[in-house]
Each structure stands twice: as C-alpha cells, then as structure tokens.
C-alpha cells in the first residue's frame, strides 16, 4: 500500500496512532494520535520521547498538501512549531485549526501567517474531536456508524465548506494575550 509523501516526512514525529492510512476519498491520507513537535538529541541512536508534543490531533493529507489539521497543544507559542513541522504542506486552501491550552476561554482567534490561516480556539473540558463536531455542527450520533477514514473525511469535507468568522488578529497579539500554561491532568487522547 502506497501513503502520502507527507506522512513520509513526518516520520517517527507520527505518534500513537489510532488510525494512519488511507481514508475512503481517492489520494487521500489521514491520521489521528499523537504528533512530536521537538524532539531531544538522540544519543547513541536511541529513540527519545518528545519534549514537546501535540495530542489529539487529526489530519488529512492530499498528495504532499494537508489539507486539515486539528490539535491541541499547551502553548499557543507552540505554532511556531507545528508551522516547522509541516512546513510546506500548509497551503492557502488548508484548514487548520490550532487548540491551545493557554488561550482564554473567551477568545477565538483567526491568525493569518505568511498566507497560511490558523483558526485558534480554547480547549476547555471537552475534547478536541467533540469541539470539532460542535464546530462543524456534525452529528455525533451519525458518525458513529462510521469507520475512522469516514469519520475523518467527514470532518475534512464540512470543514471546507466552513467559513470561520473568528476575528482576524495579528500572531504577536495572540500570543501577546496568551495565559499561563494549564496542566490539564487525565485529558483524553
């Protein structure tokens, strides 16, 4: 079976996965689990886990395009990070959606970063999948039925049809307004 020249890339950053492979949309490439965005030295070849990561993240890949991505992450500084690791597979036309711990519950943010839009939300109790359907409106009940390359490519196609409408800020006064890192024990994966 072949997969996308972006998951090769990706590499040992592709943690935990609960579904990486084809979904059911020709060329198209999904992925949910764990995502290591700086990673410690390696010493004498050893694999170490990541110093930083991602959790709960979901992406779908086109070719060597992403086409989306959800996560969460601790720091909204994090996207410096999540831009490095994906690099030139963010496109204009992709849909992102950036979750971080460290943002006020009360703001939602679009940041517009070299023409590539992160649309950055709080993540308060809930989990990242569940914040995502409410977005999109999608039916939990419905999805259900759906095996994991369904229900991501479900999640792909409304969120394309999704227009965002969170206020547009430059990058420096979201992380100007950034909190403090929350430790949120026992969240789901």
Known sequence: MSTSPLFSTLGDKLLSP???GATGKA??????GELGLRFPPSVAGEKRPPEIKADQVI?????????????????????DLIRETFG?????????????????ISKKYQLDIEGITFHVLPL????????????FYLEK????????????DAIVTAAGASRGGFPLVP???????MGP???AENRPV
């Open 88 to 104: 030139s597979a963010l496109t204009p036309a992709g849909k992102y959606f950036i979750f971080a711990g460290n943002v006020d």
């Open 27 to 32: 060329d198209r490439y999904g992925f949910r």
């Open 124 to 135: 308060d109790e809930a989990t990242v999948y569940n914040e995502i359907l409410d977005l």
């Open 59 to 79: 992406f779908a890949a086109e070719g060597e395009q992403l086409v989306f991505l959800t996560l969460h992450v601790e720091s909204l500084a994090h996207l």
């Open 18 to 20: 609960t579904f990486s």
């Open 141 to 152: 009940n419905e999805l259900k039925k759906l095996g994991n390359d369904a229900k991501i």
């Open 181 to 183: 890192v929350k430790v």
């Open 171 to 177: 990058y420096a006064q979201a992380l100007a307004e």
